[in-house]
């Protein structure tokens, strides 16, 4: 899988927590600090939290499944 596409569909999925549509990725160290922002690092898709620092490395296959059904379909 491309991490371009990862980094696509975390940016999706993130964006749906962010309207209260899902439930998104908080931070591990302390979910007060909220949602993570998908980001590049070395080439990889990654999530950070901007309150404390916090990567968590990579996307997982799940949302990447959900954010390829919804792109297709958005193309009907
Ligand atoms: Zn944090």
Do not use: N
């Not at 964006?15 to 931070?27: N, P, Q």
């Not at 979910?31 to 999530?47: D, E, I, S, Y």
């Not at 990579?58 to 297709?72: A, K, M, T």
């Amino acid at each position: 899988m491309k991490e371009h596409e990862k980094l696509l569909a975390a940016r999706y999925w993130q964006g749906e927590a962010a309207a209260r549509r899902v439930v998104g990725f908080r931070c591990r160290r302390d979910v007060g600090h909220g949602l993570l922002r998908p980001a590049r690092t070395g080439g990889r898709a990654v999530m950070v939290c901007d309150a404390c620092g916090f990567v968590q490395i990579g996307v997982p296959q799940s949302i990447v499944d959900v954010w390829r059904l919804v792109r297709d379909r958005a193309g009907d």
